[in-house]
């Protein structure tokens, strides 16, 4: 069994093949950076444009690495949302395009489950049940997954998520876009004892907040001006850093698990990898998280959640389609 699977979200577009049996054989990422970096931002017109472009050349290419034809895909995978409405529709489209035409099922994907299923892509991989903290540019999440598609949310963010904030203060320190990855590496030249950011609602249940930072860092930059940025880039990635933390310490302490997954593009953060570590040894907890390139949105982890999704018989044989910009319900389902 192959699953082909289609990511084009937001700013990356991305094919990938899955085989139930050899495991990964082929993926593909084409990152937008370029495009859109003249703009500080995503652009979500010229992100559609730009998939158009790229994703049958993927396709081919992902064929090729994989040794396959599209004759061998048993079904098709695609992000149907979260993400760009745009964006969605052009992997939708093809997605059905092509399971129309080769008479496959195609299978809507919701993007933050695939994020939280991409550590069983590798060799060590949790069971269920286990609580996820999923941070991206767009969500802030704390899952409790008792089975494959049996999610409660825990918590979310109530205004920025995470990446959202790593990117609005990068802004403000005048990073270049993409703006998350800009200030954590400025973050590595600071003083982290001449600021101290506060921590919000890291006393008080599982739900986030991270936009009053935003404007703690500007009124910082304001004060202190340009050469303080390093310092209060520094200030800003620990509050963040000790808040997710904390929220899932908090997480893992109510609910009773001691199996903690991490995924999303925030993941990748090290600071924030290496204060997880430390949190499983203090509580003797296990945590999972993909390799980097799994962090950010790629077609892998939609091409096995779609073949997880598969398995269960959610798929469909007909021509029509929906994409979701904000998502469909609160179980990460579709």
């Known amino acids: 069994m192959k699953i082909l699977g289609i990511e084009t979200s937001c700013d990356e577009t991305a094919i990938a ?7 990964l054989l082929a993926h593909i990422v084409y990152s937008q950076t370029d495009v859109h970096a003249l703009y500080g931002g995503v652009v979500p017109e010229l992100a559609a444009r730009d998939h158009i472009r790229k994703v049958l050349p993927l396709l081919q290419q992902a064929c090729h690495k994989a040794a396959c034809e599209v004759q061998d895909i048993t079904a098709i995978a695609y992000t149907a949302g979260p ?9 939708a489209a093809i997605a059905k395009s092509l399971a129309l035409a080769l008479n496959l099922p195609a299978i809507a994907v919701h993007h933050m489950e695939a994020h939280l299923l991409a550590p069983f892509l590798e060799p060590r991989q949790p069971t269920f049940p286990f609580v996820a903290l999923l941070v991206s540019g767009g969500h802030t999440l704390l899952v409790l997954v008792n089975d494959l598609g049996k ?13 959202e ?12 876009y993409p703006g998350g990855k800009a200030l954590a590496d400025l973050a590595q030249q600071g003083d982290s004892q001449r600021f101290l950011f506060p921590r919000p609602l890291i006393k008080r249940g599982l739900n986030f907040s991270f936009s009053g930072l935003k404007t703690h860092a500007t009124n910082v930059l304001k004060n202190y001006g340009d050469k303080a940025r390093a310092d209060i880039a520094t200030a800003f990635q620990e509050a963040v850093v000790d808040t997710l933390i904390a929220k899932c310490k908090r997480a893992l302490a109510q609910t009773g698990l001691i ?3 991490i995924a999303g593009g925030v993941s990748a953060n090290q600071l924030l990898r290496e204060r997880l570590v430390a949190l499983g040894k203090d509580l003797q907890a296990a945590i999972y998280y993909p390799r980097l390139e799994f962090c950010t949105d790629n077609a892998a982890m939609v091409a096995y959640t779609g073949y997880r999704r598969f398995q269960l018989g959610n798929f469909d044989h007909d021509l029509t389609f929906k994409v979701y910009p904000r998502g469909r319900g609160s179980n990460l389902s579709l």
Do not use: R
């Open 259 to 261: 199996q903690l997954v």
């Open 151 to 163: 999610y409660q949310i825990l918590g979310e963010s109530l205004d920025d998520a995470a990446g």
């Open 83 to 91: 993400g760009l409405a745009g964006a969605l529709m052009v992997g």
């Open 165 to 176: 904030a790593f990117d609005k203060v990068a802004k403000i320190l005048s990073l270049p």
């Open 17 to 23: 093949i899955y085989d139930d049996q050899q495991g």
